[in-house]
């Protein structure tokens, strides 16, 4: 049988608790700038809310428009058929409005996360 009190504190636990909690109450180290040159040069923190919100946005546009045509999944794979076939007769006229302002929307959000990127590899 094992004792009860497996963890026996040694008499300078203490002690060393004090010394450390004193420690805590001086004065930083100089570091002569230090610290301030590292922060100095450190990248600057990237914005990434307004790309966040701009996913969010066409993410929750896209969730709506898939919850508002769910009545009609029966129907879906025969839309989705006649929206292939009319992208394979060369990129006809699209027969729903809908479908350009998603592909359009789409197209936007595309561009908007990658602005950066884009911009670089246009040379702009």
Sequence with gaps: MEPTDLK???PADA???AWL???AASA???DDGFTRRVLAALPPPRATS???MFCLAGASVGAAVALLNGRDWPGFATGFAKGVQSL???FGPLD???VGCA???ALASVLFAFWRETRQRLGV
């Design 96 to 98: 729903d409005l809908r």
């Design 103 to 105: 592909l359009v929307l």
């Design 21 to 23: 909690r004193s420690g």
């Design 8 to 10: 026996n504190d040694p």
């Design 50 to 52: 307004r790309r966040l």
């Design 88 to 90: 394979a007769t060369a």
């Design 15 to 17: 002690q060393l608790e």
């Design 28 to 30: 930083p180290l100089p």
